[in-house]
């Protein structure tokens, strides 16, 4: 085994006992882009990256959740925890080269988690870097009036994302919608998922415990 992913693991074990009610070990996690895609049978909304040998993306974030709570008890220094965030950073930039390019700001842990997370998650690197663009605590991106009224459309028809997708990806998904409804032998899927409410996007919002909405302010 690598010893990134030795060191991970074993951190994840060390603290497992402790923290073992908690969302970071009970939440059960996805690659929410690559499920949208499977259920409606569109294409080119997510992308796999390559990730350290040894660790999966749910590896991956309950790693960055341990490493907060470590910083919460007094384990680590703010230091510490900025340190183990950036070697995770870079390991993935290392492996996926075309990453690399977003440069996120390794004196920013929010922008790290995210990068983490979101490469962890299968974002696309156009949704990548709309997710790390956006400031944290600023502008709630779902007031964005254009958004509002593309998302909107769509959720007449289809679950809400269950990610923050770029405004192109947005885009690409109704012109994708739109082709597959002229197919007459194409029939969309009900909707329903525990993901698809306004409800359970402002649960994750309030209790900051999605990191696909960590960035977004409390409402």
């Not at 230091?79 to 080269?97: K, S, V, Y």
Request: zero cysteines; proline letters at 8%; glycine letters at 6%.
């Amino acid at each position: 085994m690598a010893p990134l992913a030795k060191k991970v693991l074993d951190t994840i074990e060390r603290y497992r006992p402790s923290m073992r009610n908690e969302d970071a070990f009970k939440a059960e996690r996805s690659q929410p882009s690559v499920l949208f895609e499977e259920k409606y049978g569109f294409t080119g909304l997510s992308q796999q990256h390559n990730l350290p040998e040894g660790l999966t993306f749910k590896d991956l974030d309950i790693y960055v959740r341990v490493l907060e709570t470590a910083k919460e008890r007094g384990d680590i220094t703010h230091e510490e925890f900025i340190t183990n965030l950036a070697e995770i950073t870079e390991n993935l930039e290392i492996l996926n080269p075309a990453l690399a390019a977003l440069n996120p700001d390794k004196d920013n842990p929010d922008k790290m988690i995210a990068f983490i997370t979101g490469t962890g998650s299968a974002f696309s690197l156009r949704d990548l870097a709309f997710f790390l663009s956006q400031p944290t605590g600023g502008k709630d991106v779902h007031d964005d009036p254009e958004r509002k009224a593309v998302l909107g459309r769509l959720e007449r028809k289809l679950s809400s994302p269950g990610w923050i997708p770029a405004p192109e990806t947005l885009q690409d998904i109704e012109r994708q919608l739109g082709k597959k409804l002229q197919d007459p032998d194409y029939a969309l899927p009900p909707l329903g998922n525990p993901t698809d409410t306004e409800e359970w996007v402002a649960e994750q919002i309030r209790t900051q415990t999605n990191y696909y909405f960590k960035h977004l302010p409390v409402k």
